[in-house]
């Protein structure tokens, strides 16, 4: 049964400390794992992965991908009160249908305390 | 550019009620579905539609319909609410480019239903 964990369920941290959310997945047919972040209501798109040990950036996030052992971790560095949300990885897989197969984690909740 | 919009925010039915939650997309995206996220499960796939006139069941169907007249709506139908209904539901779109819808999808702002 395909399936997407992460951890950890939540963290609390401060204000400028780094943070490492992890992602791993049991997924057929992988094509490529998704990161979202979800404030107060709907997901937004944060990244993209495909390949392994290429690591991609936007601002104080990165992420990166390990196709081999099967998961992604999603950094923040100098963390601000504002990253505080729920952030989601989610796997697409081939489906053998109209469309690919898309498995959601349950999320890790982040909160940033000033 | 509205995006992706759902109404009601939030809704409260009876047991046996039926109702039906709407979603609508003005980027002209071939792709919508909807989710429900309720807490531990993460979000879970209930029915799709790759264009007008198609749609497909996901991962949670039962108790739903879902049908799409035009590229722009995609409603959610439920015909007997049921406590287990009690969730929040998720609107999504995207572009669908040979067969991967899941690219950069824009979500809509959600809809908390409680079923009594």
């Known amino acids: 049964e395909d399936k997407v964990v992460q951890s950890p369920l939540s963290l609390v941290v401060h204000e400028g400390d780094t943070v490492t959310l992890n992602c791993s997945y049991e997924?057929?047919?992988?094509?490529?794992l998704l990161w979202y972040k979800q404030e107060k209501k709907a997901p937004t798109f944060l990244f993209m992965l495909?390949?392994?040990?290429i690591e991609k950036k936007s601002g104080r996030l990165s992420s990166i991908l390990d196709k081999k052992e099967l998961f992604s971790i999603l950094n923040i560095t100098a963390t601000q009160t504002g990253d505080s949300a729920v952030y989601l990885c989610?796997?697409?897989?081939?489906?053998?249908?109209?469309?690919?197969?898309?498995?959601f984690g349950t999320g890790t909740l982040l909160a940033v305390q000033p | 550019n509205a995006g992706v919009t759902q109404t009601p925010k939030f809704q409260v039915l009876k047991t046996g009620q039926s109702m039906t939650l709407q979603c609508a997309q003005d980027?002209?995206?071939?792709?919508m579905s909807w989710y429900r996220q309720d807490p531990g499960m993460g979000l879970r796939l209930i029915h799709y539609?790759?264009?007008?006139?198609?749609?497909d069941q996901g991962e949670v169907p039962n108790g739903y319909n879902v049908s799409r007249s035009t590229t722009e709506d995609f409603p959610l139908r439920l015909l007997s609410a049921a406590p287990s209904q009690t969730s929040v539901y998720f609107c999504?779109?995207?572009?669908?480019?040979?067969?991967?819808?899941?690219?950069?999808?824009?979500f809509g702002p959600g809809t908390r239903l409680l079923v009594l």
């Open positions: 999504a779109s995207s572009y669908f480019p040979a067969g991967r819808p899941q690219q950069t999808q824009y």
């Open positions: 980027m002209n995206h071939e792709y």
């Open positions: 539609s790759v264009g007008a006139g198609i749609t």
């Open positions: 997924v057929t047919n992988f094509r490529s």
């Open positions: 495909t390949s392994s040990g």
């Open positions: 989610a796997v697409e897989g081939l489906n053998g249908g109209a469309t690919n197969k898309l498995i």
